[in-house]
């Protein structure tokens, strides 16, 4: 739970609270393609905006799949099972072998999939490699405050996925997130249409919601408060509002129960940032290999190992 991403600016909030963060983030894979500054900070920006609900950056998530009675192996999650995947076997590390990558990855199945998934994961996972690799190729976005760029970058991302994935691979993997990238590019669009009136643009939003789902429309709604409360915490942070000041005022405007959660939430950031900076100093004082790899074993669980370097390369 970065907060730090914050200072991106209301444009990309934008856009990391609808979804089109992704065509800004490194969407292809580790060592394929230039990987600047701001976009990582959308990719962790995503993260933050999640804040209510999502776990804090150190959090101990990515956990493998588990096979449940009338499950089946093409699911949602399989595509952020197979970016788990690819962090550990990169480490967020330049990787420009796919073979030997490949290698990993086919290691890593079975204590990401049940067994009786194992052929098919590896199959779609080779194909996602060679996607993630193609998304690298592509012309990176420069202005994401153009409407016209966004699109095109949708377009570009929309027609490689196709190239790669049969129709149901897409509509379980991609459909929800593209649904909701259209609807937020049509809202830039809108909004940014000075040709329109206040009246004819509230009539186009209205229109535009109507290829949202029920629960893509709750999801916005609620990405807005969220958008909201990380904007308020970062202010907390930059004024050293004590605990007791921020839950008096979370309260009042959230309630009870969203401001407990959200204290907890600043514990738990606080301890991992503790954690990150015992880390650090670590490193500053020149440690030996051995002695800090002893302290990440002892300061990290796991998973959040996996997330240390980029953490810290996110810090000032």
């Not at 076997?89 to 490949?102: H, I």
């Not at 405050?145 to 991609?174: G, H, N």
């Not at 535009?208 to 969220?226: F, G, I, N, P």
Request: net charge neutral; with cysteine; hydrophobic share 40%.
């Amino acid at each position: 739970m970065n907060r730090k991403p914050l200072a991106l600016g209301a444009a990309t909030a934008l856009l990391c609270a609808a979804g089109l963060w992704a065509i800004m983030s490194p969407d292809a894979l580790p060592g394929t393609r230039e990987t600047t500054a701001a976009q990582r900070m959308g990719a962790e920006s995503s993260q933050r905006l999640t804040a209510p609900t999502a776990m804090p950056l150190g959090g101990r998530s990515g956990e493998a799949l588990t096979s449940t009675p009338g499950d089946t192996f093409l699911r949602p999650d399989t595509r952020h099972t197979f970016e788990a995947m690819l962090l550990e076997a990169t480490g967020g590390a330049d990787m420009r072998d796919l073979a030997v990558l490949k290698t990993r990855l086919l290691a890593l199945v079975p204590r990401y999939f049940p067994a009786q998934y194992a052929v098919q994961a590896t199959a779609l996972m080779e194909r996602y490699i060679d996607y993630r690799v193609a998304l690298g190729g592509l012309k990176p976005l420069t202005d994401p405050s153009d409407p016209r760029a966004l699109r095109a970058a949708l377009d570009a991302r929309q027609q490689t996925r196709t190239q790669y994935f049969t129709r149901e691979e897409y509509e379980v993997l991609f459909a929800q997130e593209a649904r909701l990238d259209r609807y937020t590019l049509a809202r830039i669009e809108i909004e940014r249409n000075s040709a329109l009136t206040t009246a004819q643009k509230q009539a186009a939003l209205k229109d535009a919601e109507r290829d949202l789902s029920d629960a893509q429309r709750a999801e916005r709604d609620a990405a807005t408060v969220h958008v909201n409360v990380a904007s308020q915490t970062a202010g907390f942070d930059a004024q050293g509002t004590t605990a007791n000041e921020r839950y008096a005022q979370r309260r009042a405007q959230y309630g009870d129960a969203a401001a407990a959660q959200l204290g907890q939430l600043d514990r738990e950031e606080s301890d991992w940032q503790a954690r990150l900076s015992d880390y650090a100093a670590a490193q500053a004082r020149k440690a030996s290999p051995e002695q800090l790899q002893l302290l990440r074993q002892q300061l990290f669980s796991p998973q959040e190992q996996l997330r240390v370097e980029a953490a810290l390369a996110a810090r000032p």
